[in-house]
């Protein structure tokens, strides 16, 4: 079943700009890094400038180094940590399918209602489910009312809302709460 293109250009967070923020600071380090080491080849090669000159080129080239080797291993484990968050989500998400899947069976929907439901939890709008599943808007729309029957739900933000609470402990709910509070 195919999301509807924009739906997925939303959810695509993987372009240039993320990149270039990724690598912004160090592509900028690299960059001062070979300007100073080339004026320190060129300062040699022309003679005209005095050691002292030439020392603290190569210091500040020394530095910039070391803080370019800092971003970079930066970088590296914040990829780290993303792709282990990625994998958690992942997990998490196919747990959380599961449980939804099985919650379907009780509820005894048939394999389109169940798949219906679902999309209705993701958010999609009735057009959108219509053209993923190549049905007409009318069919998705009786569809969901047999749905919200089944269920006892009023709509699909009841429909979504008996999954997530599950996901919320009263504590962290209440934590949650207190922390917005002024």
Request: charged share 25%.
């Amino acid at each position: 079943m195919e999301i509807p293109e924009e739906r997925a250009r939303e959810s695509d967070h993987h372009g240039f700009g993320l990149t270039l923020s990724k690598y912004g600071p160090a592509l900028v380090l690299a960059a001062a890094s070979l300007f100073f080491a080339y004026d320190i080849v060129a300062d040699l090669l022309d003679d005209s400038e005095s050691t002292f000159h030439i020392v603290v080129e190569g210091l500040v080239f020394v530095a910039i180094s070391g803080v370019l080797l800092a971003e970079l291993r930066r970088v590296g484990r914040l990829q780290s940590a993303v792709r282990a968050e990625r994998a958690k989500t992942a997990r998490l998400t196919g747990e959380l399918l599961a449980v939804m899947r099985s919650q379907f069976e009780a509820w005894e929907l048939s394999p389109s209602e169940s798949e219906v439901a679902l999309l209705l939890i993701k958010g999609l709008s009735m057009r959108e489910i219509s053209a993923a599943r190549d049905v007409k808007e009318k069919t998705v729309r009786q569809q969901a009312t047999s749905i919200y029957a089944k269920t006892g739900c009023a709509g699909r933000h009841e429909l979504a809302a008996y999954f997530i609470e599950d996901l919320l402990s009263q504590d962290q709910a209440s934590d949650t709460f207190r922390a917005q509070s002024p």
